[in-house]
């Protein structure tokens, strides 16, 4: 799923050496989980 909204960043978790697990709360969606790779 891909989700284009603006958000706020509730959580920030690292995942391996180069990506993250992150808690997003949008107006529209509410409180979704994603992964960043970076």
Known sequence: ???AA???V???L???EH???VRL???ED???PG???G
């Open 19 to 21: 990506g993250v697990i």
């Open 25 to 27: 709360l949008t107006p």
């Open 6 to 8: 603006e958000a706020i």
């Open 30 to 32: 509410g409180l979704q």
């Open 35 to 37: 992964y960043v790779r």
């Open 14 to 16: 690292p995942h391996g």
């Open 1 to 3: 799923m891909h989700i």
């Open 10 to 12: 509730c959580a920030v």
